[in-house]
């Protein structure tokens, strides 16, 4: 891959700006200046990267994995409507190669969330037909017996929802914490 697609390619701009960029002196790759356009560049691998002095973060391609840990009061959405995007946590660049979540996480909750440009791999890890766990630590609002995590596992019906659904595994760590396991996805499933 040339360097200007290479640009391109994470997130940085038109051709024409990442063609500007080189020319004028701004791009340097693993500390050395590069001057040409057609420069090649080994596109699966981490680069350190800097425009204009700044460094830039950078993304193997063609597919890039990133683990963020979501905060509290972000929504795991583009189009957020009561608190600030998860995707605004992003360097700019990498926002530009429009990343995607595998799942959701509801905006009051913390952890663990994948992000990627990757849809066969999201897709693999989302649809309920492949089952893939998912493990929620919770803090209940009341403590509990072993008997809540029976219920779960034999199955519950979800306020406002007609199918029964079951938990993968449920276990008390506390009276009012409760490790559950999901292998599908529902509106809210773990607070309702």
Not at 81 to 95: A, E, G, H, M, T
């Amino acid at each position: 891959m040339n360097l200007i697609k290479y640009l391109q390619a994470q997130g940085l701009g038109s051709r024409k700006l990442c063609t500007e960029l080189v020319r004028s002196g701004a791009v340097a790759l693993n500390r050395k200046v590069l001057l040409d356009d057609y420069a090649s560049i080994q596109p699966d691998k981490i680069h350190t990267l800097h425009i204009h002095e700044q460094e830039i973060v950078t993304v193997p391609l063609p597919y890039f994995y990133l683990v963020l840990h979501k905060p509290a009061h972000y929504e795991t959405s583009h189009k957020p409507q009561q608190y600030p995007s998860v995707f605004s946590l992003l360097p700019d660049n990498i926002r530009a190669l429009t990343p995607q979540a595998v799942g959701r996480l509801d905006a009051d909750t913390t952890g663990v969330l994948l992000i990627t440009n990757d849809g066969q791999f999201n897709h693999r890890l989302t649809s309920p037909k492949h089952k893939v766990k998912k493990i929620y630590r919770v803090r209940l609002k009341h403590p509990a017996d072993d008997t809540l995590c029976l219920t779960l596992c034999h199955g519950v019906r979800l306020h406002d929802d007609d199918e029964t659904v079951r938990a993968h595994a449920a276990q008390l760590l506390h009276p009012t914490v409760l490790m559950l396991t999901l292998t599908e996805g529902k509106y809210h499933q773990v607070t309702r």
